[in-house]
């Protein structure tokens, strides 16, 4: 929420730095906001250096496709899939070398997060919305009283997931979870989706011709797997069927029993944006670090007067560009969005939307535009780098996790830097040159 015009704002001194890495979007579930990419400036070239390649190599699994079909088919039917679906299922079905491509590549460049934000934020996204809000008054106060999930939040997610259920994605979600599975890279996982999509086609809820997705399998206007769906999906318009294709309400209150089973609160903030002191103890901002807001305002936090009640909450100190753009004291409904899709620039897009529809939602602290994301060579490049040099990085794989993140807090602070843990080319550059 934006800050009161009461409290002003200062100029901004040093503040906290972001320990996580904004992965633009869950490379499993693709959305909406993803399928509108925005122009980007790649950054420089990055110097060569000794760090490892992250592709993947694709190696031709040793046994042809209908052999694995064979073997899978025994494995479904012990599951209880009648051999009629099985085989109507897989009729025609072959491997799809795009899923195989999809599923291997990493993009070398994402766009920073305030870009990510200005596509799932778009003025018409908004207008969409709020004429959905209204559209769909009733239905979502039944929602509302039936599973306590804020009605703009489960807007927010149609809208961000498929925006608005016309964007669900058009490939075979058993051809795509069948090419995963043989293909081998994540077998165990490939094959619990691909039973669990034929026992939704068994109990009826649609076909295997209907059954469209993306290439990972995500289904539906809220783009379930199909484990989640097994376990959340519902039949909210009362037809005798889970449709989270075809019915609004079937997506909607699944959805919302999803947050509900996440920990979402309702009438609780997701979060709000706060104002950190100059000298600020930059290694608070990490992920595993949680206060409550009145614990965050005794170190001298300034909170939005919005967040009055929110006082006793637990929260998290989210910066998502650095120490030198904006702050967000996150709470458990945030963390409930991650259970979703679990992308920090994903969940504060979801955040900020179900604002903006009804006028909030803007940020007030500027994005330094002047910077841009480490590409993911780049990624791989700063994490050899500082194994190398005694900082345990983890494995060289271009993601940004627990490890890496406390091996840049240790070179920052030999550097006399904040030990904020952002990876920043400031830090690749000094690195390169020791």
């Not at 599923?103 to 997060?113: A, G, I, K, L």
């Not at 409904?333 to 920090?344: D, E, K, P």
Request: include cysteine; charge should be neutral; hydrophobic fraction near 40%.
């Amino acid at each position: 929420m934006p800050l009161s015009h009461k409290r002003g704002w200062p100029m901004r001194q040093l503040i906290a730095a972001s320990s996580v890495i904004l992965l633009v979007a869950c490379a499993e579930k693709p959305t909406a906001a993803d399928a509108q990419p925005l122009p980007v400036t790649p950054p420089a070239p990055a110097v060569t250096t000794s760090a490892p390649s992250t592709d993947i190599p694709f190696v031709q699994p040793a046994q042809s496709f209908s052999e694995w079909q064979a073997n899978f088919r025994v494995q479904a039917l012990n599951a209880g899939i009648s051999p009629q679906v099985f085989d109507n299922a897989f009729a025609d079905i072959t491997p799809d070398m795009s899923v195989i491509k999809a599923d291997r590549s990493q993009p070398e460049f994402s766009r920073p997060v305030w870009e990510y934000l200005d596509g799932a934020l778009s003025p018409l996204r908004v207008r969409n919305g709020q004429r959905l809000l209204e559209q769909n008054a009733e239905l979502l106060s039944r929602i509302e009283q039936r599973y306590g999930v804020d009605r703009q939040v489960l807007v927010s997610v149609w809208g961000m997931e498929s925006n608005f259920g016309s964007f669900q994605g058009n490939k075979s979600v058993i051809r795509s979870l069948a090419t995963l599975a043989y293909e081998g890279r994540r077998p165990e996982f490939a094959q619990s989706q691909l039973i669990s999509a034929l026992k939704i086609i068994q109990q009826g809820d649609i076909s295997a011709e209907k059954m469209l997705g993306s290439w990972a399998g995500a289904m539906g206007q809220t783009q379930f797997i199909p484990t989640t769906y097994e376990t959340h999906a519902v039949d909210f318009d009362g037809d005798g069927r889970r449709d989270i294709w075809n019915s609004s309400a079937d997506a909607l209150a699944s959805t919302a029993h999803y947050l509900q089973s996440s920990g979402w609160k309702q009438g609780q903030p997701w979060g709000f944006e706060v104002m950190l002191p100059a000298g600020f103890d930059y290694a608070l901002a990490d992920g595993a670090v949680k206060k409550t807001v009145a614990e965050w305002q005794q170190l001298g936090v300034l909170v939005p007067d919005t967040s009055s009640g929110s006082e006793q909450l637990s929260a998290t100190l989210l910066l998502p560009a650095g120490y030198r753009g904006p702050a967000f004291l996150v709470l458990d409904n945030f963390r409930a969005i991650l259970r979703y899709n679990n992308s920090s620039s994903y969940a504060l897009a979801v955040g900020l939307l179900s604002q903006r529809f009804n006028g909030g939602g803007n940020i007030m602290a500027a994005w330094p535009k002047d910077d841009r994301p480490l590409s993911r060579s780049e990624r791989v490049e700063l994490q050899t780098l500082l194994s190398e040099r005694n900082y345990d990085a983890g494995n060289a794989d271009g993601i940004i996790g627990a490890n890496t993140r406390k091996a840049i807090r240790s070179a920052q602070q030999a550097m006399g830097w904040p030990a904020d843990g952002y990876p920043s080319h400031k830090l690749l550059e000094s690195l390169r040159s020791r």
